[in-house]
């Protein structure tokens, strides 16, 4: 058992200590890119300008002979390439893979604290990112790195959704997790071969008519995924770390692609991966609350500003936990303000920095006042 009074301390001599708090940035698409690709590589700054995310794919979707390739790409795009208000993050190789120690110790030596987060795909449990967080010390006190690189831990197999939990408590610099619902199908063996989304032949259908037992019968399909996401936003929320959706692999399907996005954002995640530049305005209209709720929400705090009492507001109840809910909904808004101009102007907002709302969003969900 870890002593939890050491939980902040560096793991390594010389290494930057743990963050106590995970930061709150707008992320609603973290779009991948193959580092290999030169003509993708070319339009990263004009996706800068449309992205809150920009993640150099090492792993899958990057065949075995152009693993270095990538790597090195990765490097050079790091150093060279204006993300302007983009994060830059990537997903390394697999652990039990044999590029994956080569990964972490090329990008943490050549692009230090440029890279804001590693994802680590494949987690099955605390293990893995007990291994990750020393190896990231060590190579940040060997390097001069004073910002701690955060690790964000990828679901997808039955082992890792088991152990969740603790995965989600592994480390102070956990930035999130992502959901990844195809490999997560193989592992459990499901019969599905798609990449996300729900499947038709997943459905409830209503009782037959007592009267007429050859009536046709109303049938609605299920969402596959509703049980395990659902527990990856508790873990997250309990752990203070971030939830996303992973990806939607249907690109043709935008429709699809939005209810998906839009069953995650209403279940608690912030973002959604993007594999495609038509999936990016999809997530950031998803991910984004409606002027709507945010005018609704902006009312309730207006009307309850110290969030005491039970009030009636436009027919509807509200308290306590109402007030908490529109806190979290118009934080969320001004952050998006900050960034957007478009937002700002339909939000009605002028919009707080990342870290002022940060702060407000961090503080409005996880305990009662």
Not at 91 to 108: G, I
């Amino acid at each position: 058992m870890r002593n939890p009074r050491t939980f902040a301390v560096p793991l390594a001599a010389g290494a930057p200590c743990p963050p106590l708090e995970i930061p709150v940035k707008p992320a609603r698409m973290i779009h991948f890119f193959d580092p290999s690709n030169e003509k993708m590589s070319g339009k990263l700054p004009e996706l800068a300008r449309q992205c809150d995310v920009l993640l150099g794919n090492l792993e899958d979707a990057v065949p075995v002979d152009r693993k270095v390739a990538a790597r090195e790409g990765l490097v050079k795009l790091g150093r060279e390439v204006d993300f302007g208000e983009a994060a830059l993050w990537t997903r390394v190789n697999a652990l039990e893979s044999p590029w994956v120690l080569d990964d972490l110790m090329l990008l943490v030596g050549e692009l230090g604290q440029r890279l804001e987060v590693i994802m680590v795909p494949k987690v099955e449990g605390a293990w893995d990112i007990h291994y990750v967080d020393r190896l990231l010390a060590q190579l940040e006190s060997r390097h001069g790195v004073s910002k701690p690189i955060l690790v964000h831990a990828i679901l997808e197999t039955a082992l890792g959704v088991t152990n969740l939990e603790e995965i989600a408590a592994a480390s102070p610099r956990l930035q999130g997790m992502s959901f990844g619902p195809a490999d997560l199908a193989a592992s459990r063996r499901m019969k599905t071969t798609r990449v996300g989304g729900g499947h038709p032949g997943y459905r409830v259908i209503e009782d037959p008519d007592p009267r007429d037992g050859d009536a046709p019968r109303r049938s609605a399909q299920q969402d596959l995924w509703h049980y395990s996401i659902g527990r990856m936003v508790d873990a997250c929320a309990a752990t203070g770390i971030l939830p996303f959706y992973g990806p939607f692999g249907d690109i043709g399907d935008v429709i699809g692609c939005e209810a998906q996005f839009r069953a995650a954002f209403l279940m608690g995640c912030v973002g959604a991966w993007t594999l495609h530049p038509r999936q990016i305005e999809v997530a950031r209209k998803v991910f984004s609350p409606d002027p709507e709720e945010v005018r609704f929400a902006k009312k309730v705090i207006e009307a309850i500003p110290d969030g005491r009492g039970v009030h009636m507001i436009d027919g509807k109840m509200q308290d306590d936990a109402t007030w908490k809910q529109c806190k979290v909904m118009v934080s969320l808004a001004e952050m998006l303000a900050h960034k957007d101009p478009g937002l700002a102007e339909e939000y009605g907002l002028e919009g707080k920095s990342p870290e002022e709302a940060g702060v407000e969003l961090g503080e409005a969900a996880p305990t009662a006042r």
